[in-house]
């Protein structure tokens, strides 16, 4: 008998444990898998240069392109700029919508974290008291009805969710996957950000340039005005080559003014992008001349950049979330099992609560199947399998558009490298040219046309050899973005957090 027992109890125990293995088991809807990585062993069409060669000057030194290389966490650094360096590292501290971003982080955890609680029973504690008068008659006594009384009540109720076709489950699969693409996303805004602060920086040594160019070309023009104007009062040039010139001199001053306009409104931007106002603006200034040209571009894998990219990767999350949800929406349309408890103790003194004789308690059990909702739950499916073919859809886009930035500023490394090299033949020529003029002028070999077409020529060319260095810098800026910009080879991790406690 004892050994039949124990059978029974093996048998019972092992059939319990089957059950609850199967009913962990078993979530209904899709299981996510990710998106394999794009079947492509190139960016461009043609093969691309292992060396990227401008001259030599500055923005225009030679930059070699290590295909497989890896982006280091910290690649502003290699602009060697102490500077540079401090503002992105008072960005990253002061910047409010970098600030924003790491709060929505920590939101969309939270509700992560709500949402795991509905793995646990839930437990309340209730207690009442309630002073009443009740008509015997009412339930079929003597007309006399007893004197009021005062009824004390206090319990502990427990009910559980059974999760038998995953719907909790996929609920908190797809509030997982929420919290995933937040913190892709403020990856993504910690790279913008990064990338914004040093752009800014490479924009305002540009402008600081253009103006130094300009108002030395200004310097030049008013010397060769004041020439201009002997010749005019000896009879040497006519008057209107005279105005001609002051003309000439008058439309490149009439320049200065916008540049110094941008300069300021750069200075502004790079205090905003800080956290700062106008008038705590950053104290360094930026100079193309001491940045440093990084000389080694790592170009990643095809293979690798859906890892790398945030935005690939938070477009991933959000396809994982839809895909939950379709779950979440077919469990609703299955039988609902909820389980409740009750235990406490009703009495008429506060004092007797829990005596001998005093307790109540209850336990129950339902299960709800839907029979007819008006077509709800049938539709509220179909609209989770839309959104998940929504989100398949603007992920493949997403990645897309990541290979298109690649390719683009690859191309453009190489283009605006051999513009610069070109600008700077011609900004060579356009000088050589004008101090020929120059001494030509002043021999009165050629009119004064030719010296302002000279002049014009010349500063024409400082200004876009100003440009075409910047833009080198501009585009290595643009390839560490469009590799994902190394977040996981980062020290600090922008997403780190603690775990707050749950109720």
């Known amino acids: 008998m004892t050994v039949r027992t124990s059978q029974k109890r ?296 859906v890892e790398q990219r945030p935005d690939i990767r938070a477009a991933e999350a959000t396809l994982h979330a839809a895909s939950a949800e379709i779950g979440v929406a077919t469990a609703n349309m299955l039988p609902q099992i909820n389980l409740s408890g009750t235990y406490g103790s009703s009495t008429g003194q506060i004092g007797d609560l829990f005596a001998a004789g005093t307790g109540i308690w209850s336990l129950g059990a339902q299960a709800v199947q839907p029979i007819f909702h008006g077509g709800q739950l049938l539709h509220e499916r179909r609209a989770a399998v839309a959104a998940y073919d929504q989100a398949a859809a603007q992920y493949r886009a997403t990645v897309l558009a990541a290979f298109q930035n690649v390719a683009d500023t690859l191309r453009a490394l190489q283009s605006d490298a051999d513009t610069l090299k070109a600008q700077s033949v011609a900004e060579r020529a356009a000088a050589d040219s004008l101090e020929i003029a120059k001494q030509q002028y002043a021999a009165g070999a050629i009119s004064t046309l030719l010296l302002l077409d000279a002049q014009r020529t010349y500063q024409q060319a400082r200004i876009a050899l100003v440009t075409a260095q910047a833009s080198r810098y501009a585009d290595t800026v643009a390839l560490f973005v469009a590799l994902g910009g190394g977040w996981w080879n980062r020290p600090d991790d922008v997403t780190d957090h603690h775990g707050g406690s749950q109720q």
């Not at 971003?101 to 209730?126: C, H, I, M, T, W």
């Open 10 to 305: 093996l048998i019972s125990g092992v059939a319990v444990a089957a059950v609850t293995t199967f009913l962990a088991g078993c979530a209904v809807g899709p299981n996510f898998h990710r998106p394999a990585a794009p079947a492509v062993t190139g960016y461009t069409v043609e093969a691309l240069p292992d060396k990227v060669v401008a001259g030599d000057m500055p923005g225009g030194p030679a930059q070699q392109l290590a295909m497989g290389g890896d982006v280091t966490g910290r690649w502003w650094t290699l602009f060697g700029s102490a500077p540079l360096d401090a503002l992105v590292e008072q960005a990253l501290s002061a910047n409010p919508d970098l600030a924003a971003a790491k709060a929505a982080l920590r939101q969309s955890r939270e509700k992560l974290y709500a949402g795991e609680g509905a793995f646990f029973p839930n437990v309340d504690g209730n207690f009442s008291s309630t002073r009443q008068k009740i008509n015997a008659t009412a339930f079929g006594g003597a007309a006399l009805s007893p004197p009021p009384f005062t009824l004390h009540n206090a319990s502990v109720s427990v009910t559980y969710a059974l999760d038998v076709f995953g719907g909790t489950r996929r609920t908190v699969e797809s509030l997982r996957a929420q919290a995933e693409a937040v913190r892709f996303q403020t990856e993504a805004a910690y790279l913008t950000l990064t990338a914004n602060v040093v752009t800014a920086a490479i924009q305002e040594a540009a402008i600081k340039s253009a103006v130094a160019a300009t108002q030395e070309i200004v310097a030049g023009d008013r010397q060769q005005l004041d020439i201009a104007r002997r010749q005019e009062s000896v009879g040497g040039i006519s008057k209107a080559a005279f105005l001609a010139e002051t003309a000439q001199v008058a439309a490149v001053e009439a320049t200065l003014p916008p540049l110094e306009k941008q300069l300021a409104q750069q200075r502004n931007a790079l205090a905003a992008l800080a956290g700062r106002f106008p008038t705590e603006g950053p104290s360094a200034s930026f100079d193309l001349a001491v940045l440093t040209m990084p000389e080694t571009l790592p170009v990643s894998l095809p293979s690798r950049l």
